[in-house]
């Protein structure tokens, strides 16, 4: 009797530690989800915002597609620029995690 009750409270001890264990490490992927579509998002929110302003450039000026196809590859340059620090300062934490 006193076996059964040792291999039931293992075998609590066990669930409990996957459980705890599975936790973890569904919080850090959903935190390296959560920080891919924030990249993705500046990245994009660059590259239309660029777009607008350019826009809004030919329209006032009456410039043609030159203002628009400027400030969007600013745009782009922009948000790749802002991706790829962040990116490094990501690199730069799980380094320093470990």
Same mark, same amino acid.
């Given at each position: 009797?006193?076996?059964?009750?040792?291999?039931?409270?293992?075998?609590?001890?066990?669930?409990?530690?996957?459980?705890?264990?599975?936790?973890?490490?569904?919080?850090?992927?959903?935190?390296?989800?959560? #920080? %891919?579509?924030q990249l993705?998002s500046e990245?994009?929110? $660059? !590259?239309? @915002?660029?777009?607008?302003? +350019?826009?809004?450039?030919?329209?006032?000026?009456?410039?043609?597609?030159?203002?628009?196809?400027?400030?969007?590859?600013?745009?782009?340059? #922009? %948000?790749?620029?802002?991706?790829?620090?962040?990116?490094? $300062? !990501?690199? @730069?934490?799980?380094?320093? +995690?470990?």
């Open positions: 009797m006193a076996d059964r009750q040792t291999d039931e409270d293992s075998l609590a001890r066990r669930i409990a530690a996957a459980r705890a264990a599975e936790s973890g490490a569904k919080d850090g992927a959903k935190r390296q989800e959560n #920080t %891919g579509w993705a990245f994009i929110g $660059a !590259m239309l @915002a660029g777009g607008f302003i +350019g826009w809004f450039i030919d329209r006032q000026l009456g410039s043609g597609p030159w203002g628009l196809i400027i400030m969007l590859m600013l745009g782009f340059v #922009t %948000g790749l620029y802002q991706s790829l620090r962040r990116q490094k $300062a !990501m690199d @730069a934490d799980e380094r320093n +995690g470990d």
